[in-house]
């Protein structure tokens, strides 16, 4: 086995370079406890790269995250480039094409309970008394995501369609993951689907319910999308392993982050069958603050911990980070979208928030 790691390192569009200047760092500084070598490759990926190569996944890219171990990702998209068609966008031209070229079926997206940040959460507080640590499994590679699409006809028959398949292999090696993290954890799962309208939700539910057979100390539960989205507000602490089809999950994981307060601090993590895995923040580009050096680079840090853990195998390291990032927190230091203007609080820069978690480290 070789003693040479190698991270393909995507910035990407918006906020991604500034906040993974700041993972950067982290990487340099815990080098000394991980004993393999980490060697960085930097590809352009995303807007940047429609700029540069006329194409948002340039071959270089794709090349380089083949020949690396893992890839982390800022994140891709902007206001400039959504007038070109849907393909040649950065979200469906770049991201999408490299979940699928990887065949990144598995998304996982952790979203726990900060007490210090809790008055950021939009919940009541005598929700948030209870608590929540959920993780939310996503289909990345399925559904209407990638199926048959198209505009067509004219005038008043100009018509567009979106088409959700989910075959019965997909579904079932989605599911065997989830059961094998809910093992590790509360061992419950919800699955979300919408069984009451949906084909493809009532495959779905049928395979689940006969994989559960194989896992008999798992409790599974089956939810409506629509009856979700509002358990989850109204009590987030009833829920431990999410399961979610691809578009589903896409929702859910959204208000799984906006619940613990600022959708800044939520990392992810996708993989394919040999653990192969991209990280990044599930935030998005956020064009309106990018380059003023005020963004979160929280999520960003968390998605590489994300990566020492899964796929460097290095778990302790990436305890030595979340502990860093709740230290400095716990001093009360806020990027700017976690300030709540109380007098406590010391506003900072993504650049010092960088520097900060980076120097407790130990
Ligand atoms: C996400 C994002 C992407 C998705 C977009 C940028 C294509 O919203 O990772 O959640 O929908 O999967
Ligand atoms: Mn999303």
Redesign the pocket.
């Known amino acids: 086995m070789s003693n040479i790691f190698k991270i393909a390192i995507l910035p990407g569009d918006g906020i991604g370079p500034e906040v993974m200047k700041q993972a950067i760092k982290i990487l340099e500084r815990i080098q000394k406890y991980i004993k393999k070598k980490i060697t960085i490759n930097t590809y352009c990926i995303g807007g940047i790269a429609i700029k540069k190569y006329s194409d948002p996944l340039p071959r270089v890219t794709l090349e380089g995250c083949e020949k690396s171990d893992a890839i982390l990702l800022g994140?891709?998209?902007g206001p400039e480039w959504d007038h070109l068609p849907l393909h040649k966008r950065?979200?469906?031209g770049s991201?999408?094409k490299l979940?699928k070229h990887f065949n990144l079926f598995v998304?996982l997206r952790p979203s726990f309970f900060y007490k210090n940040l809790s008055i950021l959460s939009p919940l009541k507080e005598k929700i948030l008394n209870k608590g929540f640590d959920i993780i939310c499994i996503?289909e990345?590679i399925g559904g209407i995501?990638y199926g048959p699409n198209g505009i067509k006809g004219k005038g008043i028959n100009e018509h567009a369609f979106d088409t959700e398949i989910y075959s019965r292999f997909e579904i079932e090696r989605i599911a065997h993951i989830a059961f094998n993290i809910a093992l590790k954890r509360n061992k419950k799962i919800c699955s979300i689907d919408k069984a009451n309208v949906l084909q493809t939700s009532i495959l779905w539910r049928k395979i689940l319910i006969e994989i559960s057979q194989k896992y008999k100390s798992v409790k599974l539960k089956h939810m409506y999308i629509d009856n979700a989205v509002m358990q989850l507000i109204k009590n987030p602490s009833q829920f431990d392993v999410i399961l979610c089809p691809?578009l589903f999950?896409?929702i859910i994981?959204?208000q799984c982050a906006v619940i613990t307060g600022s959708i800044g601090n939520l990392p992810?993590a996708s993989f394919n069958q040999n653990y192969f895995g991209l990280y990044?923040p599930?935030g998005?580009s956020a064009p309106d603050i990018a380059g003023k050096n005020i963004a979160n680079p929280i999520a960003q840090i968390l998605s590489l911990a994300m990566l020492i853990e899964y796929s460097l195998k290095e778990r302790k390291i990436s305890v030595k980070i979340k502990n860093a990032i709740h230290k400095i927190l716990n001093l009360g230091y806020r990027t700017k979208d976690l300030s709540i203007n109380n007098s406590k609080e010391k506003i900072i820069t993504t650049d010092d928030m960088g520097t900060l978690i980076m120097e407790s480290i130990k």
Request: proline share 5%.
């Open positions: 994140s891709v998209g950065p979200e469906k991201l999408l979940r998304n996503r990345l995501y691809n999950g896409d994981s959204d992810s990044e599930a998005g």
